[in-house]
């Protein structure tokens, strides 16, 4: 079997992008990687889950995105080579051996990602990460078998910058960190397939002013306010599209006509031996990475579209609700509020013939646009250094008013999903119409705000 460690392709090899215009491949071992079956399955899982039900172009893939972080990484690689080798600056420099190691991490992130990655992880107990690791690492896997023939241990290496083990923090830093290749091609492509300006930044300036040191990645001060300028958009990129309400409205009855689904197995294990074959070792809750890599957004939507037909009359309105893009409505709830109202709440919506457990839900959504180093607790995010003329660090919230106000401040809501049904006009004469303005009644008065 052919080694090829440094293996260069006669000619590089790139794809068009309408983000990063082209992503350039000189390696054959990358070349490999992005043929492997277990890479090209990403071509089938949407990026953003639900949130293309409420932003129609954001129908981008996994796939765009990984070569996406694959070129800001090999970016990144040759500036670091022309600017702050170890030959030019030192120990503190770059060393140019631990290349291929970081373009294979930076294009395998997200290898272990499913279909509605995080929903479906949280209704079934998969973890993506330990999958991408498994991936890696199994060699029933093509990505091992060609990871493999760069050397022994390769697979092994790879996988530990994932789990941010490397003993090289700049090569972890450079794939996972609170401003790293990952976050900086998500928010622009996401930016730019849902059609917003919020994700934008200046990535030529922030790749400009970027350079390693002993203790991973820092950037230079005269590129201090296009930080700033990422750490802003990435706030209002989470506030306005990722947790847009109708995407979580979305993602709630996904959750529950899952979790339906599973209930229904464990009833009656011979519920879908007729269809949804691929789903069944995950109603088991007994499944293989093979069976996990037969899985895509096509799988789940095909299970769908035959649950439309089933004779549980729950699980074929969640179907008929995902599929044809029926959110659930929602109101702010306040934490801490009267838990009385919330239970008057969900009496109604049983009163009417709703099943609370499956067409209500209180859902939250947070984040900490930035952080910084707390050393009270045992985890913490790296925080963004800034390089002084006289090489020292300092941490960008010290220097920058604009991010000290978002720093450890959590960003987002909590909200109340119930049937749009509910909310009935004023002029409804039907059997429950006391019943649903009520229920209204309670939203518009700020029971819920």
Sequence with gaps: MTQYKNQLLPMEKVFRDPVHNY????????????????????????????????????????????????????????????????????????????????????????????????????????????????????PETEVYQILNRVGAGFPEKVASVITKKYPNPQVVQMISSQIDADRMDYLLRDAYYTGTEYGTFDLTRILRV??????????????????????????????????????????????????????????????????????????????????????????????????????????????????NRKPLKSATFVKGKDDQTLVELEQLVEKVGYNPKYYTAINSSYDLPYDFYRPEENRHRTQIEIIRKDDSLIELSQLSPLVAALAGQTQGDQRFYFPKEMLAPQEDTSLFSETYQQFSRHIKNGAIE
């Design 23 to 138: 992503i350039h491949v000189q390696h054959q071992v990358i070349l490999d990687l992005i043929n492997s079956k277990e890479f090209q399955r990403l071509r089938r899982i949407k990026q953003l889950g639900t949130s293309s039900f409420t932003f129609h172009g954001a129908e981008h893939s996994r796939f765009s995105h990984s070569l996406g972080v694959y070129e800001i990484a090999r970016r990144i690689c040759d500036i670091f080579v022309r600017n702050y080798s170890q030959e030019k600056i030192g120990p503190d420099g770059w060393d140019d051996s631990e290349r291929l190691v970081v373009l294979a991490a930076a294009l395998l992130h997200d290898v272990g990602h499913g279909p509605y990655s995080h929903t479906f992880e949280h209704i079934f107990h998969t973890n993506h990460e330990a999958i991408t690791v498994e991936i890696i690492t199994s």
């Design 210 to 323: 970027i350079r390693p040191y002993s203790g991973g990645i820092a950037f230079s001060m005269n590129g201090m306010h296009a930080v700033e300028d990422y750490i802003v958009s990435r706030y209002q990129m989470y506030v306005q599209v990722y947790f847009h309400p109708v995407s979580r409205g979305m993602e709630v009855i996904l959750e529950h006509l899952l979790n339906r689904a599973a209930k229904l197995y464990r009833k009656d294990p011979n519920s879908f031996n007729g269809h949804s074959q691929l789903l069944l070792p995950f109603l088991k809750e007994d499944f293989s990475l093979a069976d996990y890599l037969k899985l895509d957004d096509g799988v789940l939507g095909t299970s769908f579209i035959q649950w439309q037909e089933e004779s549980d009359a729950v699980l074929s309105d969640l179907a008929q609700r995902f599929l």
